[in-house]
């Protein structure tokens, strides 16, 4: 197989991971309507059964890194993919299981294991593996799957229940709705298996000869001896039979940039506009129950398209570059939301400004964050580095999404200086922080081998 397909194929498998967690967390919104009608859900019963797995995605992110080194990164992937596999059945409650709200928690909860252990092995098995030229354009593969993942779910529910009449969809639409899952669940799982291990890590772990071969595979044999030297000398230096500790002043300084950067990333309120997107439309910006869906649908679309964008300019612009224009873009579209906002004349601009930002984050903060997390980290840290700072952003999530409902409704936000525009204007500031955070502390990673970007921290 040439080297380019080999890649390919290795970008495309462990993206699946991603694409299912588009596909799982978006799922739950298709399906949520008559899960709702179903089980006669209270308003707090409903919020539990769809923010759950998010449970599962903190627990999930916090065990994926002590399991990646235990047993690989392909190993690990592996397990998320029985995970959601697992999910994807159970969370439709065949008759075999309890008919409870209980049970479809408890399945929704392994789904979100299968999202943290895997938001966490694939970018970061993605970038071991690349070379270094390509390897921020193959690690936003995994933004770009999450997104395909989120739309693709979008038009399965939509024709799912499309079929059904509502008493059908209330009675067992939903079920196939989760059941649909099973198809890139499975198929994540069998092709995971032709995939080779990560080279670092085999080389972590004393496997030089295997490492070596895997590097042969993608880079040849000059440059692959040429990568094999400079990974050996990489984890030589800190190789001194003593445990590393993550504690120390120089470790837990590189681990808390990553984190802040990953946190941010849920700042910037991007999970607050897709997740109450039909809310924002229908209320904030004043469109009709009739409009919702083609809003939707063109939030989805702005995404898709701008990741590609982030996709093929992230090697050549570099990651600084994309963070600042990405920042400026959703400054200057929250700006437009929340002043028609404030000076109650929402319309068009209004909407111009929702789709800045979701164009602004799909080419900064989306992909570029899980470049940057997949690659900035010295190798002997990777995996707990990693760990802690999706982890953290699974945290940054939940704190995101039950406190903008918060905001949104309080007296201050719809009082007369805001009329609904606060939540916005606390974006913005955290977004100006995510630019102070870029210039001060994130490094210039583009064209540097993984090992030449831990000199920066020396």
Known sequence: MKKGVF????????????????????????AQFYLTEYFDLSDGL???VVGSALLGCFVGAVVAGPLSIKIGRKWSLIISAIFFTVSAYGSGLPELF??????LVVFRIIGGL?????????PMYIAEIAPSNIRGRMVTYYQLAIVIGFFVVFLATYFIGNDLSEAENIQFGWR?????????????LVLLFIVPKSPRWLALKGKDADALAILKRINGDDIASEEMTRIKASLDETNDGIKVNYFAKGIIAIIAIGTVLSVLQQFTGINAVLYYGADIFEKALGFGKEDVLAQQILLAFVNLVFTFVAMFTVDKFGRKPLLY?????????????????QTDSVGVLSLIGVLLFIASFALSMGPVVWVLLSEMFPNKIRSVAMSVAVAAQWAANYVVSQSFPVVMGSEVNNSAAWNGSLPYYIFIAFILVIVFVTYKFIPET????LEDIEGFWK
Not at 98 to 103: A, F, G, K
Request: charged content about 10%; aromatic content about 10%; hydrophobic content about 55%.
């Open 325 to 341: 224009i990405g920042s400026a873009g959703m400054i200057l579209g929250f700006l437009l939301l929340a002043i028609t906002l």
């Open 176 to 188: 196939r709705m989760f059941w649909s899952e099973l198809i890139p669940s499975i198929l994540f």
């Open 114 to 122: 299968g999202i943290g252990v895997a938001s966490m092995n694939a």
């Open 98 to 103: 309890p008919q409870t709200v209980s049970m």
């Open 446 to 449: 583009k064209g540097k081998t």
């Open 46 to 48: 409903k919020g539990w």
């Open 7 to 30: 890649l390919l194929l290795i970008a495309a498998v462990s993206a699946l991971g991603g694409l299912l967690f588009g596909y799982d967390t978006g799922v739950i919104n298709g």
